[in-house]
């Protein structure tokens, strides 16, 4: 375990140090995204998010499924249907309300310069990991399913998170307090699921806590989910496998 933490934390640390040179690249300092009433994006995102923490407490603790909660809180079916169960409201609420997905951190804009990032976090997180020889070792039916079951989860959490509520709260908070809020909206959206194993509680709560704010610091930089989407899917699949 120790040794898994100080991983971790080497990680987010070249993480970290890549998005400070990444964010001084004239691309990604194009005017940023503005909304008309912050305050009112920000409740319906607030709103958006007390719904879907309320289904996944229902189905982590076994309601919505009619049987009992899962004893693996890494159970990748279960996290995937949760994520895209969640991610519906917040597509609806884009369609009703005729935003862009510029507004969800799916802009043209910054797509190139986002997929640029992810791949050098992506490289990075496989050479800090010792990762590089097991990948050329190949890779099992098993470990490739789960990285398209991650792909997806993520993708899912990441529009909702570092999309959707993250820009709006940065409009409503400012930027440093919108950051910080949204990590912690994320942390608690993995709670159900964390509580499965109550003894391990604090310390993955916390991981996970910290893990939001350097997802959210990506996107700042970034200024595209693409970053922090995929980074976070490669990152969570290397500590699965």
């Known amino acids: ?3 898994t933490l100080l991983l971790q934390i080497a990680e987010w640390l070249g993480v970290l140090a890549v ?15 503005v909304f008309k009433y912050p305050r009112r ?11 879907i923490l309320i289904f996944a407490f229902l189905v982590f603790g076994g309601t919505v499924t009619g049987g009992q909660a899962s004893a693996a809180p890494g159970d990748l079916g279960q996290r995937l249907f949760v994520a895209a169960a969640a991610v519906l409201p917040f597509a609806a609420a884009l369609l009703t309300r005729r935003q862009p997905v510029r507004s969800a951190g799916w802009g043209k804009d910054f797509l190139a310069g986002g997929i640029r990032v992810a791949a050098a976090l992506v490289f990075l997180t496989i050479f800090l990991t010792g990762s590089v020889f097991r ?7 098993e ?7 991650l792909l997806l989860i993520c993708l899912a959490e990441e529009t909702i998170f570092r999309g959707y509520i993250q820009l709006r709260l940065e409009g409503w908070l400012g930027a440093r307090y919108g950051w910080a809020a949204a990590a912690v909206l994320f942390a608690l959206f993995q709670l159900p699921r964390l509580l499965l194993l109550p003894a391990e509680l604090p310390l993955r709560l916390g991981l996970t806590l910290v893990q939001g704010l350097v997802l959210g610091w990506v996107m700042r930089k970034s200024r ?4 922090p989407w995929l980074y976070r899917a490669v990152s969570e699949w290397l500590r699965w496998i």
Do not use: C, Q, W
């Open 135 to 141: 990948l050329l070792n190949g890779l099992s039916t």
């Open 224 to 227: 595209h989910v693409a970053a």
């Open 1 to 3: 375990m120790e040794r």
């Open 19 to 33: 998005m400070m040179i990444a964010g001084m690249s004239a691309r990604l300092k194009l005017r940023p995204l």
């Open 143 to 149: 470990d490739v399913s789960a990285l398209v079951y």
């Open 41 to 51: 994006e920000a409740t319906v995102s607030l709103a958006l998010f007390v719904l």
